[in-house]
């Protein structure tokens, strides 16, 4: 056992941090939670991906540097700690890069991997859609093959960023007659193409990264398959592993983590308050345990074994942490816990009452704690299905 | 990062595991808590054979000279397979003393007769206030004719009742941490009283009273006034090593209660598939992971010899609390058949009690991550 880093992981965490610290300095962003769904920044994710610090684990042959996953880790933390806003890129570097190399044709992977090292294309996920949630796999979004295309037709929801996005990684039936897991097929569908539209959704925070998204006979080359027709299910869950897998399940909110822990150092009327302390600390220790159990899939993906069970548990722990951080947070400033953003007398520049709203979907997107739950009852513990 | 055992820990566990299931099965569990002395003797001498009773110490001192985390992974062995009697007390809690305070005689000794398996030992620290901090031991050795006159109750000693040597806790002068010196005291010495208490887990925790007990000289473990520093290492230790052994009850609990839930047919299913019982179980799988992978950071921590203080606190107020936490839930999935002597989750949900409030529970490890990070003291 060694719960340490290597030298060369300590110093590129330090060279993430430099980074960070020298753009905050240059005001290229403010610190803000949930902003690897959020924040939006062209300009931020090419500063990443010219830092080299996307596609890290992937084959040089394709760009990448095959670092392992820990290394991974450590630069998202680092992001997710300064609250960086890198949605840009998240999706493309975290799952859909990994399912390009992972089932994509070598033309696929030439054209998309490089830019997305770059930092210069973004994706948005196509999955569930309004009939289909928790049951993913009775999706009814239909690509039918004709002789030099594929026709969509269907709508897809709560697809994040796909007014931002390049791309959406879309799953759709192509075989509505066999069994629902096996007749679904995966594309990269260029979001521009006629007939795609996008409709803002807006949350309870007022604020619009979700999206309804409505394919109207689309018509979209062969070459967007990606992988096996008929084989996107087995696909997938590869990919839902990687999704569910980063820190980003349970540090959302850590800028707002990290300024209320300050403002409880200082401020007496919190420090000297018995139930503030207890809240704070326990918050603290779930935080660390939170952490390892990320990192132990990272290192699991590091052993080159697929963590099935393992993401879900870290999904379904730090979601919850998250909830629960964020209800701590807004209940310690009392009155002022419900301020938000724009007030002049927010303290946490607002992103406790922020995060509160925006905690309601984490234990949603990417996978529900019950379904997570499944998971791990039904692969991790060997319970039977039925 | 290597979140692994090494090939050598994977050995130990598994001989450790073998050897628990043949030599301490639950029968022996169960007669432990009715007997006097609380442990089988006959046992005790067969985990000296495999040099469990040496693991961590050193091999100059007769020890086997494995390290903390090695002593942690048998730990967990341990706890999962309940084993009863004096392993912790003699070698975490007196063990550990003598190898902080001890001189090196005391250590050629005292260490050598207990990797022999023919001293048993323990720690006579807390006292009526149930306190572990330096200003609440007010157990007394008043220096006199060269050594020591020691008057006062210690209570929660475990295992007092067999041991051979007691590393008592008393106050030679000053106030809090200052002034505080170890004393090895024979509990056979005249003025020792020893009273078994009646303690959830059924453990043999005891009180001890010292009423004008004469120490000499060479009885004084490390120097006079200097014990609490010692003790404090002794106690984080105690409180990771009391990790490892929650982390292997829980493992224990959480197996117990998955295939108790494949066997058990309601409603012509097992319950095992039905969502309410996957969740309990899911919701016990994370608690075990995470009380795992905190409780060994702690151990590597402490093993390796890095200031460790934040992560010791953590470990114990995180495993302490999901322990108990998924004890409870393997109860509500056992259903009635839990809650009966004869079935095995009451000596884990016991258990899990006593190790909760043992060597500082959620709350007193919360106020030590207080200051680790950084709050100001209350006012």
């Given at each position: 056992m060694e719960f340490k880093f290597t030298e060369t992981q300590d110093k590129l965490r330090a060279e993430v941090r430099s980074f960070l610290e020298e753009e905050l300095k240059h005001g290229s962003f403010e610190p803000s939670n949930d902003a690897w769904i959020d924040g939006y920044s062209k300009e931020f994710s090419r500063k990443v991906g010219a830092k080299g610090w996307i596609g890290t684990i992937w084959p040089k042959g394709y760009g990448g540097k095959e670092w392992s996953f820990v290394d991974r880790l450590i630069i998202t933390e680092e992001l997710l700690r300064f609250g960086a806003p890198v949605a840009y890129h998240w999706m493309s570097d975290r799952q859909c890069g990994p399912c390009v190399i992972a089932y994509g044709s070598d033309e696929q992977r030439k054209d998309i991997l490089p830019r997305i090292i770059k930092g210069e294309v973004s994706f948005a996920l196509g999955m569930s859609e309004p009939d289909s949630g928790s049951d993913l796999a009775s999706l009814q979004t239909r690509a039918v093959e004709t002789e030099d295309a594929f026709i969509i037709n269907g709508q897809k929801i709560w697809t994040s960023g796909a007014h931002e996005a390049d791309y959406i990684y879309l799953v759709a039936r192509t075989d509505p007659d066999v069994p629902k897991h096996k007749g679904i097929s995966e594309f990269i569908v260029d979001l521009k193409l006629p007939g795609i539209t996008v409709k803002p959704i807006v949350d309870m925070m007022n604020s619009h990264h979700f999206n309804e998204v409505y394919f109207d006979s689309v018509r979209v080359p062969k070459s967007a398959l990606v992988g096996e027709r008929n084989r996107g299910w087995y696909q997938i869950a590869v990919q839902l592993d990687y999704e569910r897998s980063g820190l980003e399940r349970i540090m959302s909110p850590y800028p707002m983590f990290h300024m209320m822990l300050d403002l409880a150092r200082q401020e007496p009327v919190l420090y000297n308050n018995p139930e503030v302390r207890h809240k704070l600390t326990d918050l603290v220790v779930k935080f660390e345990v939170g952490r390892l159990l990320i990192y132990r899939v990272a290192w699991t993906l590091s052993q080159g074994r697929v963590p099935n069970f393992e993401s879900a548990m870290a999904k379904i722990y730090g979601t919850a942490f998250e909830q629960h951080l964020s209800h701590m947070a807004t209940q310690v400033l009392g009155l002022s816990g419900q301020l938000m953003e724009d007030s002049r007398w927010a303290p946490l520049r607002g992103l406790a009452s922020r995060s509160y709203l925006f905690c309601a979907g984490a234990t949603l997107r990417g996978g529900t704690s019950e379904i997570l739950r499944n998971i791990v009852a039904l692969r991790g513990l060997g319970l039977p299905s039925q | 990062m290597d979140l692994s055992l090494s090939e050598d820990q994977e050995m130990l566990r598994k001989m450790a595991r073998d050897f628990l299931a043949n030599e301490c099965p639950k029968t022996l569990v169960r007669e432990m808590e009715e007997d006097e002395k609380g442990y089988s003797p006959e046992l005790w001498a067969k985990m000296a054979e495999q040099g469990w009773t040496g693991l961590p110490f050193p091999e100059k001192y007769g020890g086997v000279g494995y390290s903390f985390l090695d002593l942690a992974v048998l730990l967990e062995e341990m706890g999962r397979a309940c084993l009863p009697g004096p392993y912790f007390s003699t070698v975490v809690l007196a063990g550990g003393a003598i190898m902080e305070a001890g001189s090196e005689e005391q250590k050629q000794k005292l260490l050598g007769e207990i990797s022999e398996g023919k001293l048993i030992a323990t720690l006579a620290l807390t006292e009526p206030s149930a306190s572990y901090k330096a200003n609440d031991i007010q157990v007394t050795a008043a220096a006199e004719g060269g050594g020591h006159v020691i008057n006062g109750t210690k209570l929660f000693v475990p295992d007092a009742n067999v041991a051979d040597v007691m590393v008592v806790v008393a106050r030679t002068g000053g106030q809090g941490a200052e002034g505080l010196t170890l004393f090895l005291v024979d509990p056979k010495a005249s003025g020792v009283s020893i009273t078994q208490l009646k303690t959830i887990a059924s453990d043999k925790l005891c009180e001890v009273t010292f009423d004008k007990v004469k120490v000499g000289q060479d009885a004084v473990l490390g120097e006079v006034g200097k014990g609490w520093p010692m003790v404090e290492t002794v106690l984080q230790k105690a409180a990771v090593a009391k990790c490892a052994e929650m982390v292997g009850g829980a493992q224990q609990v959480l197996e117990m209660t998955v295939n108790y839930s494949k066997e058990r047919v309601q409603f012509g299913r097992?319950?095992?598939?039905f969502q309410a019982i996957q969740h309990h179980c899911a919701n016990m799988a994370i608690d075990v992971d995470g009380s795992r992978f905190i409780s060994y950071q702690a151990a590597w921590m402490l093993s390796e010899g890095m200031p460790s203080t934040k992560e010791v606190a953590m470990a114990k107020s995180w495993t302490s609390d999901a322990y108990r936490r998924l004890t409870a839930l393997g109860h509500q999935v056992h259903g009635g058949i839990g809650f009966t002597k004869d079935h095995d989750m009451q000596l884990y949900y016991r258990r899990a009690k006593a190790a909760e409030v043992t060597f500082g529970d959620g709350d007193f490890h919360r106020d030590v991550v207080a200051s680790e990070i950084g709050l100001p003291d209350p006012a």
């Open positions: - | 097992p319950i095992g598939s």
